[in-house]
Every structure is written in C-alpha cells, then in structure tokens.
C-alpha cells in the first residue's frame, strides 16, 4: 500500500488500504488532483524510482504490524502499518511515521496446549517442545505426526530464557 501511495498510484493504494488508511489515501488523491501537472510529473518521476522494503513486526490471527521502508527520489520514508484480515487479504488500517517508540506487544508466557487429533492426523506441535529439538528465535510450527491412538494430546509449551 505504501509503495502504491508513494508512486501516486491512488486505485492500486485503495484496493489494500481500509478505515484510517483509506482515508488518507482519499486525501492523497484529492490533494493531488488540485495540482494535476506537478502531480502527474512527480507519478511519471516516482513510478520506477521509489523502492520499498517490509519487516514484519508482529502478528496476530486477524491483525499484523509492519515497518515499511521506502526510498524515494525526496529521501527516505519509514512507517508503521498496522494491518487486518480482510477476506483473504491483509489489508492496511492505519499508516504513522516510525518514530521509533513502537514495541511489539508482549507474547505472554508459555502455556500448555490441549490438541483434540482426528484417526490418523497429524499435530502442528511448537519447535522445541518435541524431546529431540529444542527451538530459539520466534515461535515456528513443525508438523508432528501422531504415534498414539490418544485423542486428546497436551504439547508442553518451549521453555522461555529470560
């Protein structure tokens, strides 16, 4: 959404952009529609010039944070988008400048997980928490298949280093 924004491409914006961004992207379109000229020649210079990058900050089921980072021919632009659901696509609700105070939201402690298995299944079972691995860095899911006609598995949450 960024990277469209920033290349003046107002349609291509919108389509990821809902609520607060959206919003700001209408004013985008509007402000640049009362200067149509200089508008259409900062597209015509930022439509191959402008480069953006993304780092995911965090993640939810239904919502996610991401720092963009854009080059652009006026300089760099780092923002935080925070992002939802929508459909089968993310899209952006809010767009602010990275001032550099946003910390992720803490993960909590770890906890027991209580799987119901169907006959046959298979289990996404935290790394680290199978007894011959032991997992570092951010949660990943590994599939474990089931050896046991149990149907309910409790998986022990990795240990946490503080």
């Not at 997992?135 to 022990?156: F, I, Q």
Request: aromatic content about 2%; charged content about 20%; some cysteine.
């Amino acid at each position: 959404m960024q990277q469209r924004l920033l290349q003046f491409d107002y349609t291509g914006a919108l389509e990821l952009a809902k609520g607060d961004a959206a919003r700001d992207v209408e004013k985008a379109k509007s402000d640049c529609s009362a200067k149509p000229q200089e508008c259409a020649m900062q597209r015509k210079q930022h439509e191959k010039t402008v480069e953006s990058s993304a780092a995911l900050l965090e993640r939810m089921p239904t919502g996610a944070t991401a720092r963009v980072t854009s080059v652009t021919p006026g300089g760099k632009q780092v923002s935080i988008l925070k992002l939802e659901r929508d459909g089968g696509i993310w899209k952006v609700v809010s767009r602010m400048p990275d001032d550099g105070s946003f910390k992720p939201a803490p993960r909590g402690e770890p906890q027991n997980v209580t799987l119901t298995l169907p006959p046959g299944g298979s289990a996404a079972v935290p790394i680290g928490s199978a007894p011959h691995g032991a997992g570092s860095g951010a949660p990943s899911m590994r599939l474990v298949p089931r050896t046991a006609p149990t149907t309910p598995a409790t998986v022990p949450a990795p240990a946490v280093s503080k």
